[in-house]
């Protein structure tokens, strides 16, 4: 039978939402969530705007570019594109985590997190035959595919000190954007099991952001521990140096009185 009968449009409108490569431990990118929510109920009508924001890394940027302003139409056909291109990602994300996992709760989750979109993709497979649309590919897709992409391969450039705690920052990046887009694509797509599959996903992304929030969180705190209990020890080691060398100071001066002959 024919494919993709489905073909109306509508304007698709993408709140700005950031772009970056996880280079090493970055700090963690600023978002409002209300003004999210708000444009995430906005009407599916205007113009798109994507933005790729400059993010540090070390010191260093990490990925930035210019503000796109483009007019989008989607598909219900490039919306199963899109949900179809935020799984394999996220899938991919989490392999390259399970391939030099240390902790058993970060590699619980990235089983969780492949387990969750491989089911998803499934689902969205599923639903594509059924309604006879075969996912298509846009220029909007492409632009989303190419930033979930440079995510993975920083986190493939991570070293594996680095890695469990760059996965988890990717983890909030990755699933706060899923979340996002999964909103606004449910007001742009025409099928209602369509729009249901939209947020299901972003229900789901959510639950996962949830977990990766904490992951987050507590890789930080453990690195500020860390860092504490080195400061102390460090402060520590100079007292007990300090100590040492005011005895053997001290020592010394004795021995020095002993050696002087007695007055006349």
């Given amino acids: ?38 444009e995430a109920k906005a009407p599916a009508t205007g ?8 993010a540090q890394a070390g010191g260093e940027v990490a990925d930035s570019a210019a503000l796109i302003e483009a007019q989008a139409w989607i598909t219900d056909a490039n919306a199963l594109a899109l949900l179809g291109v935020m799984n394999a990602r996220q899938i991919s994300a989490a392999e390259v985590e399970l391939d030099s996992w240390h902790s058993d709760t ?39 595919d190419s930033a979930f992409r ?5 986190l493939r450039a991570l070293p594996p000190s680095s890695l469990e705690r760059g996965f988890a920052h990717q983890q909030t990046v990755a699933e706060q954007a ?5 909103d606004q694509l449910a007001g742009a797509v025409r099928a209602p099991e369509i729009r249901a599959l939209t947020e299901s996903a972003a229900s789901a992304a959510r639950a996962r952001l949830t977990r990766a929030n904490a992951f987050d969180a507590s890789m930080m705190l453990a690195d500020s521990l860390k860092k504490a209990a080195a400061a102390d020890s460090a402060e520590k080691a100079a007292e007990r140096a300090e100590a040492r060398a ?5 020592r010394e001066e004795r021995a020095a009185r002993k050696r002087r002959p007695p007055p006349a």
């Avoid at 113009?47 to 400059?54: G, N």
């Avoid at 440079?150 to 920083?154: E, K, L």
């Avoid at 899923?178 to 999964?182: F, L, N, P, S, V």
């Fill in 47 to 54: 113009a798109l705007r994507t933005t790729r924001d400059t």
């Fill in 1 to 38: 039978m024919k494919m993709n009968a489905r073909v109306d449009t509508r304007a698709f409108v993408l709140k700005s939402i950031p772009f970056v490569a996880i280079l090493g431990l970055l700090g963690c990118e600023s978002r409002d969530s209300e003004k999210t929510q708000a």
């Fill in 106 to 144: 970060v590699r619980a989750f990235a089983q969780v997190v492949a387990h969750e979109h491989a089911a998803q993709q499934r689902t969205t497979d599923s639903l594509a035959a059924r309604l006879k649309i075969a996912p298509v590919m846009s220029a909007l897709d492409l632009r989303i």
């Fill in 178 to 182: 899923i979340a996002d887009y999964a």
């Fill in 150 to 154: 440079a995510r993975v391969d920083s």
């Fill in 246 to 250: 005011a005895a053997r100071a001290e």
